[in-house]
T-cell receptor, first 114, second 117 residues
């Protein structure tokens, strides 16, 4: 079993739709939960992160963490064609010799069509 | 401002040849990471540098892979006797490092796309 599981999609939605992206993880030691966005032929960029359980909202994006079920989600409201990208969940190590090492999900390819 | 840069952006090589990939981190970032991304896959961790020491090399796939870093600056990832399964995008990231406190954001370069024929 992989440490972080993410459905690769692809996911295709019409402009204006609400998008839900999800990951599950197995190691309860993770404390931070990140979402990266990667456009084609570019490096990933941090979209948002949460610490521990709960919700965090940033504009049209909401990140949600449920540590009891080891489940993380990213919601995109009023999706736009410019949101078309690969979305990767990433969980960093908290310390030790592997400080900061990110464990990534497989990534979900999202296409928002006009 | 200057971000993380990587060179070359693309590299095509023949099986059995050695290749060197270069990463220039953001100035002042003490931590540097190499990841590999195969087609349609997420990123796989390869190696982590704090300064010029590598506390975690656990992700290097075989002894054909090595990396070094000069001070808190440039890093090179070397793959010897390349194989077709080495074809992937190699991404470098840098961050403030172990003394950041709290969440330490990694900033990624654009990657080097390696194709082994």
């Amino acid at each position: 079993q992989k440490e972080v599981e993410q459905d690769p999609g692809p996911l295709s939605v019409p402009e204006g739709a609400i998008v839900s992206l999800n990951c599950t993880y197995s190691n309860s030691a993770f404390q931070y939960f990140m979402w990266y966005r990667q456009y084609s032929r570019k490096g990933p960029e941090l979209l948002m992160y949460t610490y521990s359980s709960g919700n965090k909202e940033d504009g049209r994006f909401t990140a949600q963490v449920d540590k009891s079920s080891k489940y993380i989600s990213l919601f995109i409201r009023d999706s736009q064609p410019s949101d078309s990208a690969t979305y990767l969940c990433a969980l960093p190590n908290a310390g030790g010799t592997s400080y900061g090492k990110l464990t990534f999900g497989q990534g979900t390819i999202l296409t928002v069509h006009p | 401002g200057a971000g993380v840069s990587q060179s070359p952006s693309n590299k095509v090589t023949e099986k059995g040849k050695d290749v060197e990939l270069r990463c220039d981190p953001i100035s002042g970032h003490t931590a540097l990471y190499w990841y590999r991304q195969r087609l349609g896959q997420g990123l796989e961790f390869l190696i982590y540098f704090q300064g010029n020491s590598a506390p975690d090399k656990s992700g290097l796939p075989s002894d054909r892979f090595s990396a070094e870093r000069t001070g808190e600056s440039v890093s090179t990832l070397t793959i010897q006797r390349t194989q077709q399964e080495d074809s992937a995008v190699y991404l470098c990231a840098s961050s403030v490092g172990a003394f950041a406190g709290g969440m330490d954001e990694q900033f990624f370069g654009p990657g080097t796309r390696l194709t082994v024929l």
